[in-house]
């Protein structure tokens, strides 16, 4: 089975994390020793993998920390709508929101239609192929794995590797087809890549879709809740975009902190199968080898599960970040993240106070 022989590379972080494990197998240390050393130990292998220096051995800010968000707004949200991911390629929805709204797909009480739009085709994304066969072959694979979670797929067709650099007539034509899908559909949550440069093409998807919502607004459009999903395998990159209010402990640390962390242990299976149905992206097609791609994405997974784990647990969870974005006028103040997902499962950032001397 595809799924389970890409393990390869992460048996690594699959043997730290039974570490936790042991402990309820009589195993000698304390609990919390364990969870630091297991979550300095997959830290370290995300920096290194990635060609960086492992120089924090936690994942969350000194002065910070996650609080289970149980307590909803007191005053009626209207919450229902459809969900939007705008993603630069494709592969990018389930490495980064599939788990997620597979958790939401379980709140029935809401309208969760589901609509993904792909700016490219990721025509470029396979080495030693010609554009044209890997557009298709991207595409199919794309589609297959929208039928596990039941996305919807609009593919606006723009170059790959081109959308920080497209020409002014040619980006203010993506600008106004986004901004009439956003009003067609009618979002009530868009999820979209933060405005981290750690890919050209992601970040600039970020500047692309707030260019689309200012358009959405402007014409009387809904205003959606703005949710942009975590940093790519979870480490900081310099920000094209940064809100006024961020604070430097926050935007300086070595690893993204998302505002929130939504647990996703019943669902991070599923969204890993949709994952696997991109082929190209997780095996080298020329050499046959295996990327070190989807077993990040899981080290990424279980590093923000230990980030929101209670005490009293003896099962690690897993989790996936997201942060709120508010631009006024353009995206909502209101964060429907919560209402839209099973109680108890999204986790927000927050800051401690000081202990006293």
């Not at 996305?151 to 002014?168: E, I, N, Q, R, V």
């Not at 942009?228 to 070595?254: C, K, N, R, T």
Request: net charge negative; charged share 20%; glycine share 8%.
């Amino acid at each position: 089975m595809f799924y389970q022989e890409q393990q390869l590379e992460g048996k690594t972080s699959k043997k730290i994390m039974s570490q936790v494990q042991q402990l309820y197998r009589g195993q000698p240390g304390s609990l919390k020793e364990t969870r630091q050393h297991s979550e300095a130990a997959l830290l370290a292998e995300l920096f290194t993998r990635n060609g960086r220096e492992a120089i924090v051995q936690t994942a969350t800010p000194p002065r910070y920390g996650y609080v289970r968000e149980d307590c909803l707004s007191s005053v009626p949200l209207a919450a229902d709508g459809p969900i939007m991911q705008v993603a630069a390629h494709p592969g990018d929805g389930p490495d980064f929101f599939y788990a997620t709204y597979l958790q939401m797909a379980t709140n029935t009480q809401y309208h969760n239609e589901f609509h993904e739009i792909v700016l490219t085709d990721g025509e470029r994304g396979v080495s030693g192929w010609n554009p044209e066969r890997t557009r298709r072959v991207r595409m199919e694979e794309a589609y297959a794995g929208a039928a596990i979670v039941g996305s919807t797929l609009h593919f606006l067709g723009y170059p790959d590797g081109s959308l920080s650099s497209l020409a002014k007539r040619v980006k203010n034509h993506l600008v106004a087809e986004l901004a009439e899908l956003i009003g067609h559909i009618q979002p009530r949550l868009l999820v979209v890549h933060p405005p981290k440069n750690d890919h050209p093409d992601h970040a600039h998807s970020f500047l692309l879709t707030v260019a689309a919502l200012e358009r959405n607004a402007q014409a009387g459009g809904r205003i959606p809740t703005l949710l942009v999903h975590d940093a790519e395998f979870g480490l900081q990159q310099e920000s094209l975009w940064m809100p006024d209010e961020e604070d430097p402990h926050i935007q300086f640390y070595p690893m993204h902190s998302p505002g929130y962390i939504v647990d996703i242990s019943s669902t991070h299976e599923r969204a890993q199968l949709a994952l696997h149905k991109h082929h190209t992206q997780m095996y080298d097609p020329v050499s046959g080898q295996p990327k070190a791609y989807a077993d990040l994405i899981d080290t990424l997974a279980q590093v923000r599960g230990l980030q929101i784990m209670p005490e009293a647990t003896t099962q690690t969870p897993q989790g996936q970040g997201f942060s709120h974005t508010v631009i006024p006028d353009v995206t909502s103040e209101q964060n429907i993240l919560p209402l839209r997902l099973p109680l108890g499962s999204v986790y927000r950032r927050v800051k401690k106070e000081k202990q006293a001397d």
